[in-house]
């Protein structure tokens, strides 16, 4: 039997938690992808794979976006973010990282950094 790979069913009620109390550089970000209004792409929040729950996910493009704030300043959570990184690469995701200061305050170059990170 093949092993799950996306949106664990152990991971459910943790995905939905994050869901329903986003951070607000995610909600921010958020209402610029949902729907599709960023050039067609769906994306999805939340989004668990492996074992891990990233931000922003959009299918079509193996593309994880992630938010880090305040609490990604330490070197254990860097280290962390690093090894989260570097396994979601190996399985074939393109990860970019934003700190959530600059969706606030230069939005249109985030948006810009995505769509340059599509493939299709």
């Not at 951070?23 to 929040?45: D, I, N, S, V």
């Not at 990184?85 to 700190?99: A, W």
Request: hydrophobic content about 40%; glycine content about 4%; charged content about 30%.
């Amino acid at each position: 039997m093949k092993k799950r790979v996306h949106n664990k069913k152990e991971l459910i009620a943790y995905r939905k938690a994050l869901r329903n109390n986003l951070t607000p550089a995610e909600a921010f970000l958020w209402k610029h992808l949902k729907a599709k209004k960023l050039l067609g792409r769906r994306f999805q929040r939340q989004y668990g794979i492996k074992n891990f729950i990233v931000d922003f996910y959009c299918a079509s493009e193996r593309l994880i976006i992630e938010l880090d704030g305040e609490v990604h300043k330490n070197p254990a959570a860097e280290m962390y973010d690093y090894e989260k990184t570097k396994i979601l690469n190996q399985l074939g995701y393109s990860v970019i990282r934003f700190v959530n200061k600059m969706v606030f305050e230069n939005l249109t170059f985030v948006l810009k950094e995505i769509e340059e990170n599509f493939k299709h």
